[in-house]
């Protein structure tokens, strides 16, 4: 029998995704992520009927809902019992309110939520898997926070970067947009 658990943000940024992902799906070996369908999946929808399984990052990427305090993910599928369980830890930090839940980012730093809508942001499976609320962005290089204007955000990934930690370093922040190496010429 499988266990479900809940992995803190904290564990994640301390192993780097491939090793620690390596690590765990040896103990979850035969269990498919619903959202990218490779193996090794641990996070279980806390629907008592539902089969869904996530990896940490393809569970936001796919839309659900996650809620560190009271330790449990819904699947999109039954995203809807989010404010019922959740109570108020599933309204927006901006709004205050649940809103559409499926508009909803989810902070993987200090699990807190978003709207879309309220940030002025595209909610798309790319943007939510890993992301992070402007008080928690980190640059991923150098995974150190400050230096907000120099920070880069990606038009596609929302991921952000210091102009300075990149390989051909920025001597300004550009206006009209910017995307990371990871996405050059998606639109």
Known sequence: MYREFFIPSQLIFE????????????????????FCKHFGATIKCCEEKCTQMYHYPCAAGAGSFQDFSHIFLLCPEHIDQASERSKEDANCAVCDSPGDLLDQFFCITCGQHYHGMCLDIAVTPLKRAGWQCPECKVCHNCKQSGED????????????????????????VPTNGWKCKYHPNIQ
């Open 149 to 172: 204007s120099k920070m880069l955000v990606c038009d596609t990934c929302d991921k952000g970067y210091h102009t300075f930690c990149l390989q051909r370093i920025m001597k300004s």
């Open 15 to 34: 192993y780097s995704f491939s090793r620690f992902y390596k690590e765990i799906s040896l103990l979850y070996p035969f269990q498919r992520c619903a």
